[in-house]
């Protein structure tokens, strides 16, 4: 193994996350892996194969480049570009076998020239804003543009979605964007109408539809956070992820000693001090807060001084253990503690999503099946 630092992902977690989630939906509805900004930093193509491997049958990714990537990479389920396609990528996209997101009529009506060009039909699936207020028709717009592209040459309508903005914390105001999408598709005759993200599939089944949507409870993380999960099944998913490096230095300062950068950090008496190769170059965040904490022989250490950015100190003086070459986990499990992406998140005042979402390229992803 050349990589100290490494995200071990789980695929036998993804798997069993993919697998409950498919039991939960029932058999008439189908689900969609979102594996967008390289499967939440999980590595999109691995997650990919696992997902579609246990029951998947979609794929979801936010742009073009990320579907031809997985295209590249030999998968060939049915892939839905979620973002914004210009007809300046339709070609690329519709030799892809793409499916877009479309909530304009001219440009619906510039990808149908695309599509003829090439002699191929370009899939759309229609966006509805019911209440996000992101991308989409706004649900009085939606019978006539539905009309106008269900009649455009070389365009198909394949589905036609929204997407929910508070599934996790607001069932008043998701049960009245169901309700506008209810309304504003009634008569509409497509193959697939979906709704749901991870929060919609768990806690709204009269919301499934045909397909749902599932990104964040395919990882084994709650869409929930900072909230108690509102659906027990979340107790079930298995985080698939575990951030882990190893101690590469370790040695006793005397009281007053300055660590770091900026010598931001003291010792308060004689301390152990260990620097661990990874830093704010992995995703290892700096500021405004660090990860606060790490795991060292099942114990918590904290992290002293500035994370630099291909390394970091940590205090081990309580620990006497602790030697060069330990394992050190950041995210993850280790003995009987553990220290979830949540609690990083709640740290660093964000979400569990973006948490593993801003690893970088560098920590090596390396593929493991604990089940
Ligand atoms: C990212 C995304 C999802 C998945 O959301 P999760 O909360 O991760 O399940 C679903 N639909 C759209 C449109 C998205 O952009």
């Known amino acids: 193994m050349l990589a100290l630092t490494r995200a071990e992902i789980d695929l ?55 579907g031809i990537a997985l295209r590249d990479a030999g998968l060939r389920a049915p892939i839905l570009v979620l973002g914004y396609t210009p007809p300046t990528l339709a070609a690329e996209a519709i030799r892809h076998d793409l499916s877009l997101t479309v909530y304009d009529v001219g440009i619906a009506r510039e990808i149908g020239r695309v599509a003829r060009v090439l002699d191929r039909l370009a899939r759309v699936h229609v966006k509805v804003d019911t209440g996000m207020h992101r991308l989409g028709l706004l649900p009085h717009q939606v019978p006539h543009a539905l009309a106008e592209i269900s009649t455009t040459p070389g365009v198909h309508i394949e589905g036609v ?8 914390s607001d069932p008043e105001y998701t049960l009245w964007q169901v309700q ?18 991870s929060a919609g599939t768990l806690s709204y089944p009269q919301a499934h539809y045909d397909l749902v949507r599932v990104g964040i409870a395919l990882y084994g993380l709650s869409p929930y956070a900072p909230l108690p999960p509102a ?51 992995d995703g290892f965040r700096r500021a405004p807060q660090n990860f606060g904490e790490v795991l060292v022989r099942g114990r918590r250490a904290p992290i002293v001084g500035n994370v ?55 920590p090596t992803r390396v593929y493991v099946d604990r089940t």
Not at 317 to 338: C, F, K, M, N, W
């Open 12 to 66: 036998g977690a993804i798997r069993h996350n993919v697998r409950l989630l498919c039991r939960h939906v029932g058999a008439g509805v189908r689900l969609m892996a979102v594996v967008k900004a390289n499967g939440y930093g999980h590595g999109a193509v691995p997650v990919a194969r696992a997902a579609l491997d246990a029951g998947a049958s979609w794929l979801g990714v936010a742009s073009v480049a990320e």
């Open 161 to 168: 979605f929204t997407h929910l903005s508070s599934a996790d």
């Open 180 to 197: 506008r999408f209810r309304e504003a598709t009634a008569g509409a005759n497509v193959m697939l109408r979906h709704v749901c993200n």
């Open 231 to 281: 659906s027990p099944l979340v107790a079930h998913l298995r985080p698939a992820l575990t951030l882990k490096t190893v101690i590469a230095s370790v040695k006793w300062l005397p009281d007053g000693a300055r660590v770091g950068y900026g010598g931001r950090y003291r010792c308060k008496g004689a301390c152990r001090i260990a620097v661990i190769p990874i830093g704010y170059g």
């Open 308 to 362: 630099c950015m291909d390394q970091s100190m940590i205090d081990v003086t309580h620990i006497p253990e602790a030697q060069l070459d330990d394992e050190v986990v950041l995210i993850g499990r280790q003995g009987d503690e553990s220290i979830t992406a949540d609690e990083i998140a709640a740290r660093l005042g964000t979400i569990n999503y973006e948490v593993v979402t801003a690893l970088t390229a560098r």
